[in-house]
C-alpha cells in the first residue's frame, strides 16, 4: 500500500550543484504537485501537473523545473542549488476535487 | 488571492480536555477546505474534507465545522496520541492546488 513514494528521503547539495527529486504515486491519479515547507511558513505550491503532458506554475516557482513523465511519476529538478532552497519538499497527488495525498518528504539542505 | 490563517499557533491541553481549533479563510469560489494531520518526520495526513456552510464531518474524537468564513476542529476529550500538528488548507476555483495555513502544534499531556 505504497501511495505516494518520494526519494531521495535526506540530501545534502553544495550552493551550485543539480539535482532531481523524485515521485510516484500508485494510485491512478490524474493531478500531481510539488510544495516546499519551511519553518513558519506552511506549505506553499511550487509546480503542478494536472494531467500527464500538462504542468503550470504554483506560488514559489522560481529556480525550479519539474517534468510529467508519465502518470505515475512527477519529478522536480533543481538546476543551480540556493541556500534559500533548503526546505522540506513534499509531493501530493489527487483527482480533481478529491484530497490530495502525501508523500513523507525529501528533506534537503543546501549549504 | 486565497488566504487561510490558523489558530492558536500551539495549544497545550491535559488528557480529556476538549478544545477546538480554529481556521479562518478568504477564497474566490471554495471547492473544499481540508484538514490534514501532520506528524513530525512525516508528510500531511488527511482527516477530512468539508465542501459547503453548514457541513459537518466527524471521525473517533475528532469534528470538523464550516461556516462561510472558518471552519473549527472540535477534538474531544483528546488523548495523548492526538498530539500533533493540524493543517488547514482551502481549494478555491483559481488554479489547482491547496492553499495551507501554518498549522496548530497541539500537545495533549497525559
Known amino acids: 500500500n505504497a501511495g505516494v513514494t518520494q526519494t531521495p528521503k535526506f540530501q545534502v547539495l553544495k550552493t551550485g550543484q543539480s539535482m532531481t527529486l523524485q515521485c510516484a504515486q500508485d494510485?491512478?491519479?490524474?493531478?500531481m504537485y510539488w510544495y516546499r515547507q519551511d519553518p513558519g511558513m506552511g506549505l506553499r505550491l511550487i509546480y503542478y501537473s494536472a494531467s500527464e503532458g500538462t504542468t503550470d506554475k504554483g506560488e514559489v516557482p522560481n529556480g525550479y523545473n519539474v517534468s510529467r513523465l508519465n502518470k505515475r511519476e512527477f519529478s522536480l529538478r533543481l538546476e543551480s542549488a540556493a541556500p534559500s532552497q533548503t526546505s522540506v519538499y513534499f509531493c501530493a497527488s489527487s483527482d480533481r476535487g478529491q484530497p490530495q495525498h502525501f508523500g513523507d518528504g525529501t528533506r534537503l539542505s543546501i549549504l | 488571492e486565497d488566504q487561510v490563517t490558523q489558530s492558536p499557533e500551539a495549544l497545550r491541553l491535559q488528557e480529556g480536555e476538549s478544545s477546538s481549533l480554529n481556521c479562518s479563510y478568504t477564497v474566490s469560489g471554495l471547492r473544499g477546505l481540508f484538514w490534514y494531520r501532520q506528524d513530525p518526520g512525516k508528510g500531511p495526513e488527511f482527516l477530512f474534507t468539508l465542501y459547503s456552510a453548514g457541513e459537518e464531518k466527524e471521525k473517533e474524537r475528532l469534528k470538523a465545522t464550516l461556516t462561510k468564513k472558518e471552519s473549527f476542529l472540535h477534538i474531544t476529550a483528546p488523548k495523548p496520541e492526538d498530539s500533533a500538528t493540524y493543517l488547514c488548507?482551502?481549494?478555491?476555483?483559481?488554479?489547482?492546488?491547496?492553499?495551507f495555513g501554518k498549522g496548530t502544534h497541539l500537545i495533549i499531556q497525559p
Open positions: 488548507a482551502v481549494e478555491g476555483g483559481g488554479a489547482d492546488g491547496l492553499t
Open positions: 494510485m491512478n491519479h490524474n493531478s
